[in-house]
């Protein structure tokens, strides 16, 4: 009997523990969509503007887009609904090779891995790269994925205030001896508040203290750069990053993620990285997809990129937080206060979430805005008052 009492497991533990979040209006549940259509979004039967998409280009309801892709690849041997394998097995073929190299050639760098996802790609860089001995230094605000990856990594980490390089460098000047390899990793645009890293800094730093760079550009490409590659872009400053980061399910409203780096680091990733090595490759039909947007229709998602700056410009104008991007963060605080106006703008038509701790830190609770490039301003001028 008293062995029984020992292995007594209690689902009333999770239960209390789902019920705090219901308390304090931190629950998620998935919502009920019935579907999108062009920029908006059709919830219970109710059409609103769609305001919570990372969608910033406007592609994934695209139908023309859709029909032409298909009726072009229908019938090539690669259109095919699942790699049904991992990538070092028999989940690649001619079609993979050709995005990599792509998007080697944009980014200026040797080499290019796709990744199932951006979550995968950032925990498996970070955990396969930083070995027992070697350090982290990434921004308090990185994305979830990164903070994964900083705990499956047997390095040491240390997370400087966000955005604040003087704290980054008294971190640096602290401990950056004490280890092997180091590495800084930051966003470039930051998904819940739409500021922006100064790259530049970052890689005077990164050269100073003898470290490599990382930089997640999810919410940047597509959004920022001549060539859409992002802030690294945009700053003239490709060749100084070592590591980039994108992901292909935002702008590109496609599936999956790529890292660009040297030959060196992509053949270790290749060989050390859990979660490219263990999971069944994304479907060819994603990665055609990919390849056909960014080979037949560049222009087009160039000048959506315009449309979307054009739009977030005059945004900052009439509203100016901290964003310097197409995210627009409308901070409440009070996760029941963000509630109630995000449910407020919902009944106006504006399909607008609620982000609450622990998606952002406590007490900083939030209506985050998302702009994509087919809205008007005109449409959306009277929710920032
Ligand atoms: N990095 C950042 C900054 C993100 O916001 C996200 C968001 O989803 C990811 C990585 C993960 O990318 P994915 O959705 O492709 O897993």
């Avoid at 980054?168 to 401990?175: G, P, V």
């Avoid at 509630?339 to 609620?354: R, W």
Wanted: with cysteine; hydrophobic share 40%; charged share 25%.
């Amino acid at each position: 009997m008293a062995e029984l009492l020992c292995y007594y497991f209690s689902m009333q533990n999770f239960e209390k523990k789902l019920d705090e979040l219901k308390l304090n209006s931190c629950f998620r549940s998935i919502k009920d969509i019935d579907y999108k259509e062009e920029k908006f979004i059709i919830v219970n039967g109710k059409k609103m503007l769609n305001l919570s998409s990372n969608d910033y280009l406007n592609i994934s309801t695209n139908k023309d887009l859709k029909l032409e892709f298909i009726d072009r690849y229908k019938n090539n041997p690669e259109f095919l609904f699942s790699s049904a394998s991992a990538r070092l097995l028999t989940g690649t073929s001619c079609v993979y090779n050709k995005l990599e190299q792509k998007f080697a050639n944009l980014f200026k760098k040797d080499s290019a891995l796709i990744f199932n996802t951006g979550y995968q790609c950032n925990q498996g860089i970070i955990s396969a790269l930083l070995q027992k001995n070697d350090c982290i230094f990434s921004d308090k605000l990185n994305h979830a994925s990164i903070v994964s990856g900083l705990k499956l990594s047997l390095a040491q980490h240390f997370r400087y205030k966000h955005n604040d390089y003087e704290n980054l460098e008294k971190l640096l000047k602290e401990k950056r001896n004490e280890f092997n390899n180091a590495i800084i990793i930051s966003e470039s645009v930051f998904s819940m508040d739409g500021d922006i890293a100064d790259i530049k800094k970052l890689v005077e730093l990164k050269k100073k203290y003898n470290c490599l760079l990382m930089i997640d550009e999810a919410h940047a490409f597509g959004v920022f750069g001549e060539n859409l590659c992002g802030v690294s872009e945009e700053e003239n400053l490709l060749s100084e990053v070592d590591i980039i980061t994108i992901t292909l399910g935002k702008a590109l409203a496609s599936s999956g993620a790529i890292c660009v780096a040297n030959k060196i680091i992509i053949d270790y990733l290749i060989n050390k990285a859990s979660s490219f090595i263990f999971s069944t490759a994304i479907a060819p039909v994603n990665v055609m997809w990919s390849n056909f947007l960014f080979d037949e229709k560049y222009k087009f998602l160039k000048s959506q990129k315009e449309k979307l700056n054009d739009l977030f410009n005059k945004v900052h104008l009439r509203y100016p937080t901290i964003s310097s991007s197409q995210i627009i963060p409308m901070i409440l605080n009070d996760a029941k206060l963000t509630s109630s106006k995000a449910q407020e703008l919902q009944n106006n038509g504006f399909y607008v979430l609620p982000i609450n701790p622990p998606t952002v830190p406590q007490g900083t609770s939030r209506l985050r805005i998302s702009l994509t490039a087919d809205i008007k301003y005109e449409e959306i001028c009277n929710i920032f008052g």
